[in-house]
Nanobody, 117 residues
Framework: VQLQESGPGLVKPSQTLSLTCTVSGDSITTDLSFWSWIRQPPGKALEWMGFIAYSGATYFTPSLKSRSSISRDTARNQFTLRLSSVTLEDTAVYYC??????????WGQGTQVTVSS
């Protein structure tokens, strides 16, 4: 299974960040699979942001819920994170990730996003 993040590396404050994860080797609709976005700001721990489930249901960490959405394109086997009203604190390496049953766990290589004017 391979996951590949794509999107702009630089976003201006107050804009909306959009990142897409393209998946190969598995389907984002596979039963009991959960497709997440996780980020790591510089010098800080990993932060789980939210997921879109195989069913299409989404869930977000409360601190980001009001600014976050995750959608999917099943034909392209992709899922997309949108984070609105970004600030400098949203600068991070962003990863897409899958966890599923039977147990499997895969990460994308990560993509750096810098918020700067």
């Amino acid at each position: 299974v391979q996951l590949q993040e794509s999107g702009p590396g630089l976003v201006k404050p107050s804009q909306t960040l959009s990142l897409t994860c393209t998946v190969s080797g598995d389907s984002i609709t596979t039963d009991l699979s959960f497709w997440s976005w996780i980020r790591q700001p510089p010098g800080k721990a990993l932060e789980w942001m939210g997921f879109i489930a195989y069913s299409g249901a989404t869930y977000f960490t409360p601190s980001l819920k009001s600014r976050s959405s995750i959608s999917r394109d099943t034909a392209r086997n992709q899922f997309t994170l949108r984070l609105s009203s970004v600030t400098l604190e949203d600068t991070a390496v962003y990863y897409c990730h899958v966890t599923a049953t039977p147990p499997r766990d895969y990460w994308g290589q990560g993509t750096q996003v810098t918020v700067s004017s």
